[in-house]
């Protein structure tokens, strides 16, 4: 039988559930909102301007093999940390929900956030609209946290639209009660969080054992 994430949390000590902890969380976000501007309006144009001098000291060097060998190869070490910058700067901005819709945006999630294997079944004409499908990202998201899915090999995501519902379901293949009873803390500040972006967003959450014992984490958001 489904039970409400709101059930689950009520049991959390109140230490972890009141205010403040929603602040922290908008804290976080005011943070990665500031990491994203700082890389990209000093650290980007630092590296940019760093291979500019680069470039203009191999002119320099031009009758020196030795030095511009040096060069070439300090070029070489930059563009693996511009590479290794775009990744990170990629994974601190905005949910890509907006470039190329909800499933490109969880296709991106599974790749580069999960910690473990994420599967994702979604139509390939399916088309969700832009409140469901934000809503339903960052819920994607909180329910990939590593604290929640560390005990399992893999996750099956399904993007279902039913009726006046689009439903986002997160299956674990954790056969256990971890994800109802016995919670580290980290797994109950993931779920705080995950609770946080439901209420925020208009999404109803639910968890319940599937007929395989694994754990279902389902999200609904009414047209």
Same mark, same amino acid.
């Given at each position: 039988m489904p039970v409400d994430l709101s059930a689950i949390?009520?049991?959390f000590p109140a230490s972890e559930r009141n205010d403040s902890f929603a602040r922290r969380i908008r804290q976080s976000e005011l943070d990665r909102l500031g990491a994203?501007?700082?890389?990209? /309006?000093?650290t980007a144009q630092e590296l940019s301007a760093a291979g500019l001098q680069l470039g203009l000291l191999l002119l320099d060097f031009e009758t020196t093999p030795e030095l511009r060998a040096r060069v070439t190869e300090i070029q070489g070490l930059l563009e693996t940390t511009m590479r290794g910058f775009r990744e990170v700067s990629r994974n601190l901005a905005a949910p890509p929900v907006g470039y190329g819709g909800l499933r490109f945006a969880l296709e991106s999630l599974?790749?580069?956030r999960s910690i473990v294997p994420v599967k994702l079944h979604a139509a390939e004409n399916l088309r969700v609209p832009p409140d469901?499908?934000?809503a339903l990202h960052l819920i994607a998201a909180a329910?990939?946290?590593?604290?929640?899915?560390? /005990?399992a090999k893999q996750i099956d995501i399904y993007l279902i639209h039913s009726g006046f519902h689009w439903v986002l379901e997160v299956l674990y293949d954790i056969a256990n009660d971890k994800c109802f009873h016995n919670l580290t803390g980290d797994q109950r500040?993931?779920?705080l969080a995950l609770e946080y972006e439901a209420?925020?967003?208009?999404?109803h959450v639910e968890l319940e054992r599937s007929v395989s014992g694994?754990?279902?984490?389902?999200?609904s958001y009414s047209d």
């Open positions: 949390t009520a049991e994203v501007r700082f890389l990209h /309006d000093q599974a790749r580069d469901p499908a934000r329910a990939l946290a590593p604290a929640l899915v560390s /005990d500040l993931a779920l209420n925020r967003g208009g999404v694994y754990t279902v984490l389902r999200a």
